[in-house]
């Protein structure tokens, strides 16, 4: 991998901390994502900028070892789901916990479809897993704090 795949894929190298790289992740993607501004515009075009880059950098590493399916030094997915699950949620402390904590959660325990997610080849499963806890995360936030 060259650096500028290095720089992507493990986020500014979060992905290269020992202990629990996605969390760390997370957390650096939401309070960066605090300090975007309001404008629904352009949170979804700095979302899909991280999609895109997301996507295509994770079918460069899959080209060159497919038989990773979703290492954990890879963390760009991990970023781009904290950003759905924030990005329909209000700037107070209590909604960026709870998407953390629900995202991390569905992250984590992969229920059901997110589990089969992540196994969709060409490094698409990368970030399709985390892709759906996003969503699942942002639904309940948007249910409970609209």
């Known amino acids: 991998m060259n650096w500028i795949s290095n720089l992507v894929l493990k ?7 020992q202990y629990a790289p996605g969390s760390l992740s997370s ?14 515009l352009f949170k979804l075009l700095f979302l899909l900028i991280h999609l895109l880059m997301g996507f295509y950098f994770c079918y460069l590493f899959y080209s060159t070892r497919p038989i990773d399916k979703d290492p954990s030094f890879i963390v760009i997915d991990e970023v ?10 209000p700037k107070i402390f209590s909604a960026y916990l709870m998407a953390f904590i629900l995202f991390r959660f569905f992250d984590i325990l992969k229920p059901s479809i997110i589990d089969r997610a992540q196994y969709v080849n060409y ?17 309940i936030v948007y249910g409970i704090f609209y």
Do not use: T
């Open 11 to 17: 986020y500014f190298y979060i992905g290269n901390f």
């Open 27 to 40: 957390l650096f993607a939401a309070l960066v994502w605090f300090f975007i501004p309001d404008s629904m």
């Open 80 to 89: 781009v789901g904290m950003m759905i699950s924030l990005y329909l949620a």
């Open 123 to 139: 490094g698409i499963g990368i970030m399709l897993d985390d892709i759906i806890s996003g969503f699942l995360s942002l639904l």
